[in-house]
T-cell receptor, first 117, second 112 residues
């Protein structure tokens, strides 16, 4: 069964600094997608970034970038120049491309990020 | 604007009542999903639908029912058989089953 582990329940960062959130996953699949979602106090889940497993290049979206290590099954999120609006719960998620009966989006339990002014 | 809407934002249910949560999308997505979120937890899949008139149970389907009569709509009914329904419910959709899922704003259900 697929599992996603976020080992940091809480993290904090100073405004304008850089922070890295960790995520590891377990799967026997070779083709899959990985995601980071952000859930601010409004509780709406917002897509931050997506990584396709077949791509060696790490995905980036403005101040957000990932470090995808396929062999180590690691998928960390780096937030540069942190802003107060980045404060939220961040969820790592995984989905197999050809999951068959195992198809579903599997979430980690989340990391609560606090941004200090 | 394309997106996913959920209503109501807050819902209160008395013991023994069935309630229905609405989810509508205008993204022309084929697949739709319902998730439940409890405090301190990630999301757990209740039901999903890959196409109109077809849906599958997720990990925690007991006490819930769904229908998919239209591509745009995927309502969730929380029945009286659901023993602990107080939670935050999120609806999502994607172009196809393994594609990126986009979420609605959620419904907070409280049992009185």
């Amino acid at each position: 069964a697929q599992t996603v582990t976020q080992s940091q329940p809480e993290m904090s960062v100073q405004e304008a600094e850089t922070v890295t959130l960790s995520c590891t996953y377990d799967t026997s699949e070779s083709d899959y997608y990985l995601f980071w979602y952000k859930q601010p106090p409004s509780r709406q889940m917002i897509l931050v970034i997506r990584q396709e497993a077949y791509k060696q290049q790490n995905a980036t979206e403005n101040r957000f970038s990932v470090n995808f290590q396929k062999a180590a099954k690691s998928f960390s999120l780096k937030i540069s120049d942190s802003q107060l609006g980045d404060a939220a719960m961040y969820f790592c998620a995984y989905i197999p491309v050809r999951g068959g009966s195992n198809y579903k989006l599997t979430f980690g339990k989340g990391t609560l990020l606090t941004v200090n002014p | 604007d394309g997106g996913i809407t959920q209503s109501p934002k807050y819902l209160f249910r008395k013991e023994g009542q069935n309630v229905t949560l609405s989810c509508e999308q205008n993204l022309n997505h084929d697949a739709m999903y319902w998730y439940r979120q409890d405090p301190g937890q990630g999301l757990r899949l209740i039901y999903y639908s890959q196409i109109v008139n077809d849906f599958q149970k997720g990990d925690i389907a007991e006490g819930y029912s769904v229908s998919r009569e239209k591509k745009e709509s995927f309502p969730l009914t929380v029945t009286s058989a659901q023993k602990n329904p107080t939670a935050f419910y999120l609806c999502a959709s994607s172009s196809y089953r393994a594609d990126t899922q986009y979420f609605g704003p959620g419904t907070r259900l409280t049992v009185l």
